[in-house]
């Protein structure tokens, strides 16, 4: 990275730009990665030399980064009406069509879509209506949320304090009072030893019930969940879990909130998530997958009856008083209309099964050679590798040799952007790889693997 720093931009970016997610003190003595241009699943950076991003971006970019529809869509769209809001009764065209296409594609029939401009915000929003739907059904002391360990789900402050990840919290005091934290339903490091699937998913169940029993049920408005933790380590849970879950949510009146912002949109073989590990939201929140990424929009979607609580509690006047300024923007909109239209052409289910079931067969015959990876997991393009100081004993590396860091830099160098979780490998590539291209990433995953084996023998 230390290439950038004699670029004048990288030194202005030191100066002036303060990085999401970046230690300071190292970004100043390293500088950044200069990204100059994107190709396919390709980026540059500034010195010409080429990457294979396997995390599409931040889990985001699925069609690539240069895709000529998705630009071309914005183009005609700013042609048309580059900007209009859509409160107090306004709307477009597109902002329409993609509403009944969301609504369409998730199966929320009768439901309705609302408009917001990233991940964080849709989740928020999420709560909101939650907290407006048992206020209409004369539970307005329901408020508070539960969420898992290790799960991420945004950085504004409700989303940051759903994140059950303790570097969303450290600098800012959070999670703030009524945002709960229950268990990861982590079979890898979450099973006791003797304990089987089904009482592993037993346990979860009823510490969930314990939990909401010692905040009193009236007190609870919501559980949020990601289909398959992301950011947290990509966690499948047990197929059986959500199933078992949602039976104590409805069991105290508790909705049940799907956060399918990177699961959505075929990440995980399925057009969404809560298909693959079989949840039933009542609502869902969408983002990244939607666009591309190409422009920062996102929704949610829910069912008709948290419209009915909505349009009950303005029965007598007054407006849902919510919404930003870019709901539903007319080029956001455009953009996501084309790109859901190319995921279909593309068949990108069939697609990413495919894809993900070679890349998974690779990984998983990298396993067995390898002394270190201790698990595979995920599914479809969702992809983990655990790896570990024991294979046998499951124990991690220490800290201190900041193992996951290590190949993540042995990767940048072989031309593989991957992103470790910790001591999870994570692979979230852009869903039109080719066979060549998932080849590749699994041969530059090797060598990278290779190298960090090396690495480590000697420490
Ligand atoms: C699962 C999940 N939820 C929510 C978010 C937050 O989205 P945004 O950064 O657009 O606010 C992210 C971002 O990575 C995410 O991975």
């Not at 470790?420 to 790889?433: K, N, R």
Request: proline residues 5%; contains cysteine.
């Amino acid at each position: 990275m230390t290439q950038a720093v004699s670029n004048s931009a990288a030194r202005r970016d030191i100066e002036f730009h303060l990085h999401s997610q970046t230690n300071p003190g190292q970004f100043e003595a390293r500088g950044p990665l200069m990204v100059a241009r994107g190709e396919g699943i390709r980026i540059f950076d500034s010195a010409g030399k080429s990457y294979i991003d396997a995390m599409a971006g931040l889990w985001c970019a699925s069609l690539g980064f240069n895709n000529k529809r998705l630009a071309d869509a914005a183009t005609r769209q700013y042609g048309e009406l580059g900007f209009y809001h859509t409160f107090f009764q306004r709307t477009h065209a597109p902002a329409a069509d993609l509403a009944e296409k969301l609504v369409q594609l998730t199966g929320m029939t009768g439901g309705k879509a609302y408009f917001a401009t990233s991940g964080s915000e849709a989740n928020e929003t999420m709560v909101k209506l939650a907290w407006v739907y048992h206020t209409v059904h004369g539970k307005p002391t329901k408020r508070k949320v539960i969420a898992r360990d290790r799960s991420f789900h945004g950085s504004t402050i409700a989303a940051a304090s759903m994140c059950g990840l303790e570097f969303m919290h450290r600098e800012f005091g959070l999670p703030l009072p009524g945002f709960l934290h229950t268990l990861c339903p982590w079979p890898y490091r979450g099973m006791l030893e003797g304990e089987d699937e089904a009482a592993f998913v037993e346990r979860l169940a009823s510490e969930l019930e314990k939990l909401i029993l010692r905040e009193g049920p009236d007190t609870i408005a919501a559980f949020i969940a990601e289909p398959i933790h992301a950011g947290g380590g990509i966690i499948v849970p047990p197929q059986k879990y959500f199933a078992r879950i949602q039976e104590v949510l409805a069991k105290y009146d508790i909705l049940c909130l799907a956060d399918e912002i990177v699961c959505g949109f075929a990440r995980t073989g399925n057009w969404f998530g809560k298909e693959t590990v079989g949840m039933k939201p009542d609502m869902m929140s969408l983002a990244k997958g939607l666009s591309s990424s190409y422009f920062p929009i996102s929704a949610v979607v829910f069912a008709p009856k948290i419209y009915e609580a909505v349009a009950r509690f303005n029965k007598e006047g007054g407006a849902f008083g919510h919404g930003f300024t870019n709901s539903g923007h007319p080029v956001g909109v455009a953009v996501a209309l084309e790109a859901i239209k190319i995921y279909e052409e593309m068949d990108v289910v069939a697609h990413v099964r495919k894809m993900g079931a070679r890349l998974r067969g690779k990984f998983e015959a990298m396993a067995e050679k390898s002394p270190i990876v201790g698990e595979v997991r995920g599914a479809g393009l969702m992809l983990g590798i655990e790896i570990v100081a024991d294979k046998k004993t499951r124990k991690p590396f220490a800290p201190a040799l900041q193992a996951g860091p290590t190949f993540d830099s042995i990767a940048y160098e072989n031309g593989l952007v991957a992103r470790c979780m910790g001591d999870v490998l994570g692979f979230s590539p852009p869903l039109i790889v080719t066979e060549s291209d998932v080849d590749e990433i699994a041969h530059l995953c090797e060598i990278s693997l290779s190298a960090l084996e090396k690495h480590l023998a000697k420490h």
